[in-house]
């Protein structure tokens, strides 16, 4: 299946369409760094609780489903976290249904913007780690990169008071990819360089934009 339309969606998930709110395409095919074996990541807010499936559930192969509830979207966009603001932003073409607008409920607040992405770049770290020493060099890698890419997008967010470019972090990706490591400590310094700087830039920008 090489793409899918919301219809599609609520059909063969066998969802209540009166309950859909949002859907959402976001992922390595959002940000450009997809390849021909790339799934389709996909966001469905839902009013009520989620079906009796999996919050993540792996659909035809093809696509990974995460489910929310409207309150627990709102409620994490509420307390900044990146993987929920970054659905906000999205260009037209990835925003598969479009029920409630979110963006306009959102009220950007760079301190707790400041505290909530370096935590997230803790937690990617750490399970990027956690990939690693288990052999799944891919995968640590690709949550390593989402530590680059979030702290990036959160800067645009600090600045701009939204996400400006969803493709900033490719080159970065591209190089975490191609790079070797023999250990994880290795690993874990040559994103780290990458990563640190960021994360100060990133807070600066929040205290200059929080003083105007």
Do not use: W
Not at 18 to 33: A, L
Not at 126 to 132: D, G, I, P, Q, R
């Amino acid at each position: 299946m090489a793409t899918v339309s919301a219809e599609q969606l609520i059909q063969q998930l066998n969802l209540d369409d009166n309950r859909v709110v949002n859907i959402y395409q976001f992922g390595s095919r959002v940000y450009g760094t997809s390849n021909d074996k790339s799934d389709y990541d996909v966001s469905i807010v839902l009013d009520g609780s989620f079906p009796n499936k999996k919050n993540t559930l792996k659909y035809d192969n093809d696509f990974d489903v995460n489910f929310y509830s409207r309150s627990e979207f709102l409620q994490k966009m509420n307390e900044h976290y990146m993987n929920i603001l970054e659905h906000l932003y999205l260009p037209q073409q990835y925003i598969l249904l479009h029920r409630h607008d979110f963006a306009n409920d959102m009220k950007l607040d760079l301190k707790k913007l400041a505290k909530a992405v370096p935590d997230t770049v803790q937690e990617c770290m750490t399970n990027a780690k956690t990939l690693f020493n288990q052999n799944q060099m891919l995968k640590g890698k690709k949550k390593a990169f989402h530590a680059i890419r979030f702290t990036m997008l959160a800067t645009q967010l600090a600045e701009h008071g939204r996400i400006t470019d969803y493709t900033v972090a490719n080159e970065e990706f591209s190089k975490l990819m191609k790079k070797k490591f023999s250990n994880v400590d290795e690993f874990e310094q040559y994103v780290n360089k990458i990563v640190r700087p960021l994360v100060t830039a990133f807070k600066k920008t929040c205290q200059d934009n929080t003083r105007k």
